[in-house]
């Protein structure tokens, strides 16, 4: 709950902003509903929820006007006037932003600090909850993370990848990117610095067969690799330096590079047990994989590396065995390691809370606050999808996978809005305007699906969908 301290002296600003009209004076002292969940929980209708910043919120299409809320509510903090239920907190902090005197606080942080100290004192501090501002909590996790700043995402990691956990996309197909793979493969020693001596070659087209970018082809009984300095038509080659390149800055391979994170939920998620983590480390057992039919594991992987293999009986490929081949390929600029990835719950103060982050956490471990959330790092399993997903990439993470807002819809009910305008305030657009008849609309152009506004609402009169595409 929010909370007043002694620097309050009655102004009501905070009043006059509450959406829900949570907060009233008590002997000159602003006081609010204290968010305990029990109008909730003797709700008939199920039309009072706890929404992702921890609040309560009303939902006037279920909500009767019955009073059983406004009776048992213990602080008398409840109200009914003109059918629409009143005084329940949402926990929006709209509050402590009104207060000129900075005497509003979020009461979570107060009392967290004093049940920590509590528990200390009796050895009991193990039971408390942890904090997410205390530097040494975070969680972690250990797997191969690559280094993008060295990474040329030449696909040599990729090749030598048993479990075919790692994805490489690169923009210019056709072309050398220095793997050496071909190098690596060649039975007679005839390539070397990516040059084919042809007097050593035996045209046996091994390395045709296995470059994992098809740079690499056949003409006039020669071999002959595209280089990224060449302009290429299919499989003629125009001339050396013909392309547009104007140095190797220009010519340089770019694109993306994504593999396991060893978070662990494909093995959660899998119905059979054919997944399991040993010593911290995926494994699969085939025999027992091949007799799924939801394939519910593939579903949970966050970074979609995770697949049904293409050889019959083998079940899944895309999961880390963290054999560490990949470190050992990657030879030159070893921008492939095993790494331990920690994260304290922090964020930037990029955060527009559109809530998108507690919604598909798969450990319901984030709860969204007002330009930031909290996260229970009991339950994040470093999975990464909350970074993955969101919009303004105020979340860190390491992979480059990311996901996008492709399209969606936002319509705001009349006959449930409040006209308390927190949809406006909150929205990071400014797509959210008040009409000369006073009702509230949303402007599809300017839009960005975000959910914001749908997180603020009190009222639950946001109307709102999103669907996602994968953008990297």
């Given at each position: 709950?929010?909370?007043?301290t002694n620097k309050?002296?009655?102004s009501g600003?905070c009043?006059?902003?509450c959406p829900?009209e949570?907060?009233?004076l008590?002997d000159?002292k602003a006081f609010?509903c204290i968010?305990c969940g029990?109008?909730a ?6 039309a009072i ?5 921890g ?7 279920r909500?009767?006007?019955?009073g059983?809320c ?8 409840i109200k ?13 902090g709209?509050c402590?932003d009104?207060?000129p005197h ?17 528990l200390e004192?009796?050895n009991l501090?193990?039971q408390a909850?942890?904090?997410v501002s ?12 690559t280094?993008?700043d060295k990474?040329?995402l030449?696909r040599?990691c990729?090749y030598y990848?048993p479990?075919?956990a ?5 923009d210019?197909?056709?072309v050398c990117t220095?793997c050496?793979i ?9 390539i070397?610095?990516t040059?084919?001596?042809?007097e050593?070659?035996?045209l046996c087209?091994k390395c ?8 690499i ?5 020669q071999?002959?690799?595209?280089k ?5 038509e299919g499989?003629?080659?125009?001339g050396e330096?013909?392309a ?6 220009n010519?340089?391979?770019t ?8 978070c662990g939920?494909c ?8 997944l399991r983590m040993v010593?911290g480390k995926?494994r699969?057992d ?6 799924c039919?939801t394939?519910?594991c593939?579903?949970?992987c966050?970074?979609g590396?995770l ?5 019959p009986?083998?079940g ?5 065995v963290?054999?560490g081949r ?7 600029n ?6 331990k990835?920690?994260w ?11 809530g ?6 798969p450990?319901d471990?984030i709860?969204?606050k007002r ?5 229970d790092?009991?339950k994040?399993i470093?999975?990464e999808?909350c970074?993955i997903?969101c ?5 860190p993470k390491?992979?480059?996978?990311k996901?996008?807002?492709r399209?969606?819809f936002?319509?705001i009910?009349?006959k449930l809005?409040?006209?308390?305008h927190?949809?406006?305030?909150i929205?990071?657009e400014?797509?959210?305007s008040?009409?000369e008849?006073?009702?509230?609309v949303?402007d599809e ?13 009190p009222a639950?009169a946001v109307?709102?969908?999103r669907?996602?595409?994968e953008s990297?």
């Amino acid at each position: 709950m929010f909370l007043s301290t002694n620097k309050c002296e009655g102004s009501g600003e905070c009043i006059k902003e509450c959406p829900t009209e949570a907060i009233r004076l008590i002997d000159g002292k602003a006081f609010s509903c204290i968010t305990c969940g029990a109008c909730a929980e003797a709700c008939p209708n199920r039309a009072i929820f706890k929404n992702k910043y921890g609040g309560y919120v009303v939902d006037r299409a279920r909500c009767n006007a019955c009073g059983v809320c406004e009776f048992t509510c213990p602080v008398n903090s409840i109200k009914i006037e003109e059918g629409v239920v009143k005084g329940i907190c949402a926990r929006c902090g709209i509050c402590v932003d009104a207060c000129p005197h900075e005497a509003r606080i979020d009461a979570f942080d107060i009392i967290e600090d004093r049940q920590l100290q509590f528990l200390e004192s009796f050895n009991l501090a193990i039971q408390a909850p942890k904090r997410v501002s205390t530097a040494k909590d975070e969680v972690e996790r250990i797997n191969v993370v690559t280094d993008l700043d060295k990474c040329t995402l030449c696909r040599r990691c990729e090749y030598y990848c048993p479990t075919e956990a790692i994805i490489v996309n690169v923009d210019q197909k056709g072309v050398c990117t220095e793997c050496r793979i071909c190098e690596d493969i060649c039975p007679a020693d005839a390539i070397k610095d990516t040059t084919i001596d042809n007097e050593k070659c035996t045209l046996c087209l091994k390395c045709v067969k296995e470059c994992p970018n098809n740079a690499i082809y056949m003409k006039d009984f020669q071999v002959n690799i595209k280089k990224p300095d060449m302009a290429v038509e299919g499989n003629e080659i125009i001339g050396e330096g013909a392309a547009d390149t104007e140095g190797m800055e220009n010519a340089a391979i770019t694109g993306s590079i994504v593999s396991c994170l060893n978070c662990g939920l494909c093995v959660e998620a899998c119905e059979n047990g054919a997944l399991r983590m040993v010593d911290g480390k995926i494994r699969c057992d085939p025999s027992i994989c091949t007799e799924c039919e939801t394939m519910a594991c593939t579903e949970a992987c966050p970074v979609g590396t995770l697949k049904p293999s293409d050889i019959p009986g083998m079940g899944l490929k895309g999961y880390c065995v963290s054999c560490g081949r990949c470190v050992k390929a990657c030879d030159v600029n070893e921008a492939r390691s095993f790494k331990k990835v920690t994260w304290d719950g922090s964020i930037t103060d990029d955060c527009i809370s559109c809530g998108i982050c507690a919604e598909i956490c798969p450990k319901d471990a984030i709860t969204l606050k007002r330009g930031t959330i909290e996260v229970d790092l009991h339950k994040c399993i470093l999975c990464e999808k909350c970074g993955i997903h969101c919009p303004v990439d105020a979340i860190p993470k390491t992979t480059m996978r990311k996901k996008s807002i492709r399209d969606g819809f936002t319509l705001i009910n009349d006959k449930l809005c409040m006209k308390c305008h927190l949809c406006e305030k909150i929205c990071p657009e400014e797509a959210i305007s008040e009409t000369e008849d006073g009702r509230l609309v949303v402007d599809e152009t300017n839009c960005i699906y975000c959910g914001a506004c749908s997180n603020a609402c009190p009222a639950r009169a946001v109307i709102f969908e999103r669907e996602f595409e994968e953008s990297v």
